[in-house]
C-alpha cells in the first residue's frame, strides 16, 4: 500500500543537539512539506518542497533545515538554533499542480528535548 | 492576520446526532481551495472532503457534506448520524497559494468533536 512513512514515533534529545526526522514516501508525489503542531494548535507549515533538489521555507523556518536529494524522502533537521523545539511534527505530500490535490500525512513524530 | 477560523474548541453530541463544525476564512483571491481534516488521538491527519472555490455544488463524500456559503466566507462541515468514532479533532484548511505545483495550507486551531454513547 503507498503511504507516508515517519520515524521514529517517538524521539528524545538533549538541548544543544541537531536531530534528523524522517519521512520517505512511495505514492510518487512530487511536492512534499513538513509541519509543526503544538498543543492544542493548528499545523504551521515550515518547509516545502515542490521538486527533487528544490525546496522552500514556509512560515516557521526559522531553526530547521531539509534537503530533497531524492523524490521518495524529505528529511527534517531540528537544529540548536531552534528556540522550543519539542513539538508534534507531521510530514505531507501531494501531486504538484491541479486545483483539487489534497494532501497525504504520515502518522507524526513526536520530538522532546530536555 | 487569521486566515482560517475555527470558533468551536470543543463540541459534545449525542450519537446518531448530526453535527456541524464551523469554519470561515478570509481570502481576496478569487480562486481557492477549503479542505477539511480528521485528526484522530494517534496523530495522523485523514483528508475527509475538499471545495473549490469555483464548485457550483456543495461537496458531499459519504457522511460528510460541506456547507460552502461563498459570501459569507464560511465552509462548515456536516456529519450526519455521528457515530463513535467519529471522536477526533477536526482541522479546516484553505489553500493560500500554489507556488510550481506544492500547495502551502493555512490551517485553523481545530475543534474537538467528542461523540457520546
Known amino acids: 500500500d503507498g503511504g507516508i512513512t515517519q520515524s521514529p514515533k517517538y524521539l528524545f534529545r538533549k538541548e544543544g543537539q541537531n536531530v534528523t526526522l524522517s519521512c520517505e514516501q512511495n505514492?510518487?508525489?512530487?511536492?512534499m512539506y513538513w509541519y509543526r503542531q503544538d498543543p492544542g494548535q493548528g499545523l504551521r507549515l515550515i518547509y516545502y518542497s515542490q521538486i527533487v533538489n528544490d525546496f522552500q521555507k514556509g512560515d516557521i523556518a526559522e531553526g530547521y533545515s531539509v534537503s530533497r536529494e531524492k523524490k521518495e524522502s524529505f528529511p527534517l533537521t531540528v537544529t540548536s538554533a531552534q528556540k522550543n523545539p519539542t513539538a508534534f511534527y507531521l510530514c505531507?505530500?501531494?501531486?504538484?499542480?491541479?486545483?483539487?490535490?489534497?494532501?497525504?500525512f504520515g502518522n507524526g513524530t513526536r520530538l522532546t528535548v530536555t | 492576520a487569521q486566515k482560517i477560523t475555527q470558533t468551536q474548541p470543543g463540541m459534545f453530541v449525542q450519537e446518531k446526532e448530526a453535527v456541524t463544525l464551523d469554519c470561515t476564512y478570509d481570502?481576496?483571491?478569487?480562486?481557492?481551495?477549503l479542505f477539511w481534516y480528521k485528526q484522530p488521538s494517534s496523530g495522523e491527519m485523514i483528508f475527509l472532503i475538499y471545495q473549490g472555490s469555483y464548485d457550483q455544488q456543495n461537496a458531499t463524500e459519504g457522511r460528510y457534506s460541506l456547507n460552502f456559503q461563498k459570501a459569507r466566507k464560511s465552509a462548515n462541515l456536516v456529519i450526519s448520524a455521528s457515530q463513535l468514532g467519529d471522536s477526533a479533532m477536526y482541522f479546516c484548511?484553505?489553500?493560500?497559494?500554489?507556488?510550481?505545483?506544492?500547495?502551502?495550507?493555512?490551517f485553523g486551531q481545530g475543534t474537538r468533536l467528542t461523540i457520546n454513547p
Open positions: 505514492l510518487n508525489h512530487d511536492a
Open positions: 505531507a505530500s501531494s501531486i504538484a499542480g491541479g486545483r483539487y490535490s489534497p494532501l497525504h
Open positions: 481570502t481576496s483571491d478569487p480562486s481557492y481551495g
Open positions: 484548511a484553505m489553500r493560500e497559494v500554489q507556488i510550481q505545483g506544492a500547495q502551502k495550507l493555512v
